[in-house]
Each structure stands twice: as structure tokens, then as C-alpha cells.
């Protein structure tokens, strides 16, 4: 009895750590956008944060990827070379950069909000790539062209649509809070607000662009998937290092102290990176891609609460209502991808195919009377001798 429980325990804890695993990253990803706001606001450029903080996720995850996976290697190609550099170029240097000047223009739980596209915009690319291919009399198709249609219209809300501020029921009041929020109301004015909608909307364009590519390397390093993150991470550092150098011409912008940079560089690269990169590929591995994806929205909500309090943020009308459709959007696609995937588990041939005919003692005849010749030679043992090979033909036109 008591090893049945312990056993129930294991099974319930087993199949309870891909949701418990999911929940905590979207724990962690929010507190790098509450943390890298509050570096950003501080003067902070993003180009150097992009740097130190692959850096970071480099010297986290190398190690393991040595120690784990040093054994039959991939051999690097000019052409796996070249996944890898587009990989690091679209994540690390186009999509972080654009996504951090777009938090800094407007605000964590927004920029939150409008990473909730990345489904959607993966579908489109699909489609245009001709990845996927769009059948309208199915309803898994329908389900997946209205979601990215609701996602589209929430982003040009949001984008478009402020709308007056809503109070939160457990905001107050407190001169502390005003003064963040006088800060951040004076960051969100001096730059465009249309701006930053526009940098983000980019980024996730560029995220859902390495998502596809992601797909092909992953077949190449199938096994070692420790040491294509931290390849991806490298070249990302370089990369960074380079754009950075054509961007910022003041050396003061490398400094880095005991402070907010420091944290929010090695809290984003080793958790927002390196831990996230390798806990959700476990998760993807055991329960799938849309089951990864469906946790955004929570991250949303976190943001939402911990920006109030943190960072007195002002949640606007337009925001809230965009965000709404946003997420609508992307469980319908969400809902069209996982029946899309249940479909394909039944392939054509794994279907039962038409029987053409049946032959027994070299006298063909039916299925009814094969069976009934079987079930007599199982009650005598006598006839059983006298019953041949039954062969089965199957149908394949």
C-alpha cells in the first residue's frame, strides 16, 4: 500500500514538473523586465546590456556543454556555421536590442504584452515561406488565420490607442510611487511612444524569424542542444560586441559597477538565458512547442502586478483591451496548432487498410471463414494440424 502511494506521488510529481517548470520561467522572465527597466531608466545603454549579458549566459552554460555534451560533436559545415551566425544574429543582436529600446519607450507589461504575437507571427512567416500550408474548409486553419488576425488588431490598438489610465485596486498612493511614476511618465514622453510599439512589433518579427531557422539547426544538434545554446550565445557576444562599437562611441558606456547593470546583465543572462534556454527545450522536448507557448500570457500578468507595485506603472484603456484580443489571438492559434499536431499523429499508413482476400489450406475464401476454421482448431487440437498458414492481402490502391 505505501509503495502504490509513493508511487502515485512520483507519477503525479513527474507529470507536474513541465507546469511547475513553465510557471517558475515566466516568474523569472518577469523579473528581468522589472529589473531591466529599472536599468534602462537608469541610463543604461541596451547595446552594452545585449553584450554583458550573453557574456554572462556564455560563461554560464559553456561549462555544462563541455562537461555533458563533448562527446560526437557535430562537425561544423559552412552551412551549420551559417544557421548559427543568422541565429545569433536575429536573437541576441536584432531581437534583444530592438525589444530593450522598445521597453524603454514604453513599458514592461506593454512589451510583454506585444511578445504574445510571437505565435502569430510564426504562422505568417510559415505561411509565407510555404512552411505551412493554409487549408480554409478546416477548422484548425480557420482557427489559426482568425488568431492571427486578433493578434494584429490587439498590437494596432495597443500601438495606436492609450486611452485613459486605469487604477488598480491595490495601488496607492505613496510619494515614493509618485516620484517613479513622474520618471517613467517623462521617459514615456520625451520618446515616442508610436516608436517603441514599432522597435517591438520588430523584435518579435525577428524572434518568430529565429524560431523557424531554430527548427533546422535543432535536427543538426539533435543531442547536444547545451552546445548550440551556448555557440548561439558566443556569437551573439561577438556580434553584440560589434554592433555596440558602431553604436556607442563613448567609452563610459562599458562601465559597470556594483549596481543595477551588474544585475540586470547577470540575472538576464544566466536565468533569462541560459537556465530559461535549457529548461524550456526539456519542456518542448517532453510536452511540445504549444504547451511551452501557452504560458505567455502569465508572464503578462506578473509584470502587470510587480510593474504596479515596483515601478508605479500606469496601465492604460487601449493597453489592456489590446492585450485582451492579443491573447484571444493566440490561444486560437494555439488551439489550431495542437489539433494540427493530434491530426498528424495519425499518418496514412498507420491506418487499417481494406482486406482483398484470404487464403486458407491454399483455397481462398473469407475472413468469417478463417476465423471460424481457427476457433474449431483451438477447441480440437486435432484439427489444428490440419490448418495451414492464413495469409492476408491487403488493398494498397
Known amino acids: 500500500m505505501g509503495t502504490e502511494k509513493l508511487r502515485s506521488y512520483a507519477n503525479f510529481l513527474e507529470n507536474s514538473m513541465p507546469y511547475f517548470a513553465m510557471i517558475l520561467l515566466q516568474f523569472g522572465y518577469a523579473g528581468m523586465n522589472i529589473i531591466t527597466k529599472l536599468s534602462l531608466n537608469g541610463g543604461m545603454s541596451h547595446y552594452v546590456l545585449v ?83 493554409i487549408n480554409m474548409k478546416k477548422l484548425r486553419c480557420q482557427a489559426k488565420v482568425v488568431g492571427t488576425l486578433l493578434t494584429v488588431a490587439g498590437a494596432m490598438l495597443m500601438t495606436l490607442y492609450k486611452g ?52 533546422r539547426a535543432i535536427e543538426t544538434y539533435k543531442n547536444h542542444q547545451l552546445t548550440l545554446t551556448s555557440l548561439i550565445c558566443f556569437f551573439g557576444t561577438l556580434l553584440a560586441f560589434v554592433a555596440t562599437l558602431v553604436m556607442e562611441h563613448k567609452v563610459s558606456v562599458w562601465t559597470i559597477g556594483w549596481d543595477m547593470n551588474l544585475l540586470a546583465s547577470a540575472y538576464a543572462g544566466i536565468v533569462a538565458s541560459s537556465i530559461s534556454y535549457y529548461v524550456q527545450g526539456l519542456v518542448i522536448k517532453k510536452k511540445g512547442p504549444v504547451f511551452a507557448t501557452s504560458f505567455s500570457p502569465l508572464m503578462m500578468i506578473i509584470v502587470a502586478i510587480m510593474g504596479s507595485f515596483f515601478l508605479a506603472e500606469q496601465i492604460f484603456l487601449g493597453s489592456a483591451i489590446g492585450s485582451i484580443l492579443v491573447v484571444i489571438g493566440l490561444y486560437s492559434v494555439l488551439w489550431g496548432k495542437h489539433k494540427e499536431q493530434m491530426e498528424s499523429k495519425v499518418a496514412p499508413d498507420d491506418k487499417p487498410l481494406p482486406i482483398k482476400g484470404v487464403w486458407v489450406n491454399g483455397n481462398k475464401g473469407t475472413l468469417s471463414e478463417a476465423i471460424d476454421q481457427l476457433s474449431e482448431a483451438k477447441s480440437d487440437q486435432k484439427v489444428e494440424s490440419n490448418i495451414s498458414l492464413v495469409i492476408i492481402n491487403y488493398n494498397k490502391s
Not at 531581437?95 to 510571437?118: E, I, R
Not at 511618465?185 to 524560431?211: C, D, P, V, Y
Request: proline residues 5%; glycine residues 2%; aromatic residues 12%.
Open 51 to 133: 553584450v554583458y549579458r550573453h557574456a554572462f549566459a556564455t560563461i554560464a552554460i559553456a561549462p555544462f556543454a563541455i562537461i555533458f555534451e563533448r562527446k560526437a560533436q557535430p562537425k561544423i559545415t559552412f552551412s551549420v556555421f551559417m544557421q548559427i551566425f543568422l541565429l545569433a544574429l536575429l536573437g541576441p543582436v536584432i531581437d534583444q536590442n530592438l525589444y530593450y529600446a522598445g521597453l524603454k519607450l514604453t513599458s514592461p507589461t506593454f512589451s510583454c504584452a506585444m511578445s504574445n504575437m510571437l505565435p502569430a507571427m510564426t504562422f505568417a512567416i510559415a505561411v509565407l515561406c510555404r512552411m505551412e500550408i
Open 164 to 215: 485613459p489610465i486605469l487604477d488598480l485596486l491595490w495601488t496607492k498612493e505613496t510619494p515614493h510611487s509618485n516620484q517613479i511614476s513622474t520618471n517613467i511618465t517623462r521617459s514615456s514622453n520625451k520618446n515616442n511612444w508610436l516608436i517603441g510599439s514599432i522597435l517591438l512589433i520588430i523584435a518579435t518579427l525577428a524572434w518568430s524569424s529565429l524560431f523557424v531557422l531554430q527548427a
